[in-house]
């Protein structure tokens, strides 16, 4: 068998399987099985050696040939299939007690699928393409029954698909620049191609209008699963960009442009978020934030290792899925989620509110929670190169924070029609502890997250080496 | 002979997409991108074999066939969309300044390129109205259409420098995610209706 065949195909194939089942419990835990098999399969079993049990001999192959093109997912990609479904596997999970699995776990299964697919297909630029029809998966996953498709579900379809062209374009470019590294005038071509292509994929400053409009009208397990997803492997695939381009590593330019473009997403995204009356919303700029902060982290840890990069994902990942998780219960009674409708909910959904303004703590960075240590060596990161970059960090920070204090005052505001004992279903409370422990145990003791982070550095042969 | 060809290949292109951006009715729509796709199969069997060419002709009239059985399922009529620039003057001015910046732009990249003046010309057109049809409109249906073009003009410059099958077939699986995205979308409000 070969790796792609496991990690790739077969997902799509159990997708596609998954699609027209009725029962929900069902289709949970399937996928939730399977993807957890997926996930000790790529932490476990070795690619491209045999393994041998007794008698019993079985190697899986790195290469699966399509159409005169390869997809291959080498040893050093385990970790990443690891990081990328162990975390739908979380996503699955918390759908357990909603009604949004039967849409999020068929498409979410097949755009995972897809999306590894475009990190391993040979030449990697046709990514581009295979991101799209992640990206064409993902409509009606963050459509609503009943509805005309919103303006963040139109935007995100144009945005993502405009990425495309200039991405393909710029592969094509870069081979010239390979073949003829002194044309400085086709270097920089190539260069605003791929950056635009890169802001429209992965919806950096100006082009994430799409997010928080996306974020106020699609479900919110499904908006974070596709806000997690698409910027983790677009990252990975910019990263990619990187590592295989030496002249693009090397440009003197790189380090400001992101540095700057970083500070910009978390700053506009913590001012805005400041001003926003939707819950909703306001995960949407706190996702945006969490971009500038990828962006910062490569670029520091750009000569002396990723580190802090690989780090930010853990912490992510569990808030995103608690804030999502916690939106989802609320949004099953108060569709709207406008902040307006949400007083005094702290006293009949206290775990769905408290899981809600936990996550949002987590990823401002409050100490003794998730965020805390990846965010705190990132401020001083960037403090010991520039200290106005890291006072427009922290006031993008602390719109995020005035967020949560506004959340919490809302939630807990005395009101007339929030009297009676608590509404959450037993599973539902199970799932926010098991969230909130879990963000609190890792603010406390980051050092549990090292061990599953050290193989991932050999994703890249150059950077951060 | 095939240079002339390459002229009405772009004359056809020209006539398409100010034709998709004047007229509001879909069949006008529907039928104006078929007969694009067209001029894209005339330029793209210049680099490609014409069995590939043929497959992104098929594909981009699979593509119209999607929207208008979508369309005609859907059974709405079109209403006028209130906050956009409605009329044909500013539709035909903003066109013409499309049609000049392209032309502008291609006789550069021609050279650049090494392609001929009216394959560029017809790629980067192809492109410019599309973000145009992109920017004055908000309706799925149009916007679709935006992003088909676009995708049009972008395959055009893309088969000269790029002939892998997997490429051609991924291109085509994109043309027809979209169609039938934009399928999903003109019928996701009569679900709860039917």
């Given at each position: 068998?070969?790796?792609?065949f496991?990690?790739?195909?077969?997902p799509?194939?159990?997708?596609?399987?998954?699609l027209p089942?009725?029962n929900r419990n069902?289709?949970?835990?399937?996928s939730c099985?399977f993807?957890?098999?997926?996930?000790?399969?790529a932490w476990?079993?070795?690619?491209d050696?045999?393994?041998t049990?007794g008698?019993?001999?079985?190697?899986?192959?790195?290469?699966f040939?399509?159409?005169?093109?390869?997809?291959i997912?080498?040893?050093?990609d385990?970790?990443?299939?690891?990081?990328i479904?162990?975390?739908?596997l979380?996503?699955?999970?918390?759908?357990?007690?909603?009604?949004?699995?039967?849409?999020?776990?068929?498409?979410g299964?097949?755009?995972?699928a897809?999306?590894?697919?475009?990190?391993?297909?040979?030449?990697?630029?046709y990514?581009?393409l295979?991101?799209?029809?992640?990206?064409?998966l993902?409509?009606?996953?963050?459509?609503?029954?009943?509805?005309k498709p919103?303006?963040g579900?139109?935007?995100?379809?144009?945005?993502?698909?405009?990425?495309?062209?200039?991405?393909?374009?710029?592969?094509?470019?870069?081979?010239g620049?390979?073949?003829?590294?002194?044309?400085?005038g086709?270097?920089?071509?190539?260069?605003?191609?791929?950056?635009?292509?890169?802001?429209?994929?992965?919806?950096?400053?100006p082009?994430y209008?799409w997010?928080?409009?996306l974020?106020?009208e699609?479900?919110?397990?499904?908006v974070?699963?596709?806000?997690?997803?698409?910027p983790?492997?677009?990252?990975?695939?910019?990263?990619?960009?990187?590592?295989?381009y030496?002249?693009?590593?090397?440009?003197?330019?790189?380090?400001?442009?992101?540095?700057?473009?970083?500070?910009?997403?978390?700053?506009?995204?913590?001012?805005?978020?400041?001003?926003?009356?939707?819950?909703?919303?306001?995960?949407?700029?706190a996702?945006?934030?969490?971009?500038g902060?990828s962006?910062?982290a490569?670029i520091?840890?750009?000569?002396?290792?990723?580190g802090?990069?690989?780090?930010?994902?853990i912490p992510?990942?569990?808030?995103?899925?608690?804030?999502?998780f916690?939106?989802?219960?609320?949004?099953?009674?108060?569709p709207?989620?406008a902040?307006?409708?949400?007083k005094?909910?702290?006293?009949?959904?206290?775990?769905?509110?408290s899981?809600?303004?936990?996550?949002?703590?987590a990823?401002?960075?409050?100490?003794?929670l998730?965020?805390?240590?990846?965010?705190?060596a990132?401020?001083?990161g960037?403090?010991?190169r520039?200290?106005?970059?890291v006072?427009?960090?922290?006031?993008?920070?602390?719109g995020?924070f005035?967020?949560?204090?506004?959340?919490?005052?809302?939630?807990?505001?005395?009101?007339?029609?929030t009297q009676?004992?608590?509404?959450?279903?037993i599973?539902?409370?199970?799932?926010?502890?098991?969230?909130?422990?879990?963000?609190?145990l890792?603010?406390l003791f980051?050092?549990?997250?090292?061990?599953?982070?050290?193989r991932?550095?050999?994703?890249f042969?150059h950077?951060?080496q | 002979?095939?240079?002339?060809?390459?002229?009405i290949?772009?004359?056809g292109?020209l006539?398409t997409?100010i034709?998709?951006?004047?007229?509001q009715?879909?069949r006008?729509?529907?039928?104006?991108?078929?007969?694009?796709?067209?001029?894209?199969?005339?330029?793209?069997q210049?680099?490609w074999?014409v069995?590939?060419a043929?497959?992104k002709?098929?594909?981009?009239?699979?593509?119209?066939?999607?929207?208008?059985?979508?369309?005609?399922?859907a059974?709405?009529?079109?209403?006028?969309?209130?906050?956009w620039?409605?009329?044909?003057?500013?539709r035909i001015?903003?066109?013409g300044?499309?049609?000049a910046?392209t032309?502008a732009?291609?006789?550069?990249?021609?050279?650049?390129?090494?392609l001929?003046?009216?394959l560029?010309w017809?790629?980067?057109?192809l492109?410019g109205m599309?973000?145009l049809?992109?920017g004055?409109?908000?309706?799925?249906f149009?916007?679709?259409?935006?992003?088909?073009t676009?995708?049009?003009g972008?395959?055009i410059?893309?088969?000269?420098?790029e002939s892998?099958t997997?490429?051609?077939?991924?291109?085509?699986?994109?043309n027809?995610?979209?169609?039938l995205?934009?399928?999903?979308f003109?019928?996701?409000?009569?679900?709860?209706k039917?």
């Amino acid at each position: 068998m070969s790796a792609p065949f496991l990690w790739i195909f077969l997902p799509l194939i159990l997708a596609g399987l998954l699609l027209p089942l009725r029962n929900r419990n069902v289709v949970v835990l399937v996928s939730c099985v399977f993807t957890l098999f997926l996930t000790l399969a790529a932490w476990l079993l070795p690619i491209d050696t045999a393994l041998t049990i007794g008698n019993w001999s079985f190697k899986l192959t790195s290469s699966f040939e399509i159409l005169g093109r390869h997809l291959i997912l080498a040893p050093a990609d385990r970790s990443f299939l690891a990081l990328i479904y162990g975390s739908s596997l979380f996503w699955f999970g918390a759908t357990f007690s909603s009604g949004a699995s039967r849409r999020l776990i068929p498409f979410g299964l097949a755009i995972t699928a897809l999306l590894v697919a475009a990190l391993a297909v040979e030449p990697f630029l046709y990514a581009a393409l295979i991101i799209e029809m992640a990206v064409l998966l993902s409509v009606p996953l963050l459509s609503t029954s009943g509805q005309k498709p919103g303006r963040g579900l139109i935007r995100f379809l144009i945005f993502q698909t405009l990425a495309m062209p200039f991405i393909l374009f710029s592969g094509w470019l870069l081979a010239g620049i390979e073949a003829n590294p002194g044309d400085l005038g086709l270097v920089q071509q190539a260069a605003i191609l791929i950056s635009l292509g890169f802001s429209f994929l992965l919806a950096v400053f100006p082009f994430y209008s799409w997010i928080p409009l996306l974020a106020e009208e699609a479900s919110p397990i499904a908006v974070g699963f596709i806000l997690w997803m698409f910027p983790t492997v677009t990252i990975f695939f910019g990263l990619g960009f990187l590592d295989h381009y030496t002249w693009l590593r090397d440009a003197s330019s790189l380090g400001i442009i992101l540095t700057t473009v970083g500070i910009l997403m978390i700053f506009s995204g913590g001012l805005l978020a400041a001003f926003q009356h939707h819950l909703g919303r306001i995960m949407g700029y706190a996702v945006i934030m969490e971009t500038g902060y990828s962006l910062l982290a490569i670029i520091l840890g750009e000569k002396s290792g990723l580190g802090i990069f690989y780090l930010l994902f853990i912490p992510r990942i569990l808030a995103m899925v608690l804030w999502a998780f916690s939106l989802t219960i609320l949004k099953e009674h108060y569709p709207t989620l406008a902040l307006d409708n949400m007083k005094g909910l702290a006293r009949i959904w206290p775990f769905a509110t408290s899981g809600l303004v936990l996550a949002n703590l987590a990823l401002v960075g409050m100490p003794m929670l998730a965020g805390f240590p990846t965010h705190q060596a990132i401020w001083e990161g960037l403090a010991s190169r520039s200290l106005p970059a890291v006072f427009w960090v922290l006031m993008g920070n602390l719109g995020l924070f005035i967020c949560v204090l506004r959340t919490v005052y809302t939630f807990a505001i005395v009101h007339e029609e929030t009297q009676g004992g608590v509404r959450e279903t037993i599973l539902q409370r199970i799932l926010v502890v098991i969230g909130i422990v879990a963000i609190f145990l890792l603010g406390l003791f980051p050092q549990w997250a090292l061990p599953l982070w050290t193989r991932l550095p050999a994703l890249f042969t150059h950077l951060g080496q | 002979m095939i240079s002339i060809l390459n002229w009405i290949a772009l004359l056809g292109a020209l006539i398409t997409t100010i034709g998709l951006l004047l007229h509001q009715n879909w069949r006008w729509g529907v039928g104006l991108l078929a007969i694009l796709y067209l001029s894209v199969f005339w330029w793209v069997q210049i680099h490609w074999p014409v069995s590939m060419a043929t497959a992104k002709l098929v594909t981009g009239w699979m593509a119209c066939v999607i929207l208008a059985l979508a369309k005609i399922n859907a059974g709405t009529t079109e209403k006028v969309e209130a906050s956009w620039p409605q009329g044909r003057l500013f539709r035909i001015f903003t066109a013409g300044i499309i049609v000049a910046a392209t032309f502008a732009l291609s006789l550069r990249a021609s050279g650049l390129l090494g392609l001929g003046l009216p394959l560029v010309w017809g790629s980067f057109l192809l492109m410019g109205m599309g973000l145009l049809h992109l920017g004055i409109t908000a309706k799925p249906f149009r916007v679709i259409l935006g992003l088909l073009t676009i995708l049009a003009g972008f395959e055009i410059i893309y088969a000269a420098v790029e002939s892998s099958t997997l490429v051609a077939a991924l291109l085509s699986v994109v043309n027809l995610g979209l169609a039938l995205a934009g399928a999903y979308f003109m019928n996701i409000s009569q679900e709860n209706k039917t």
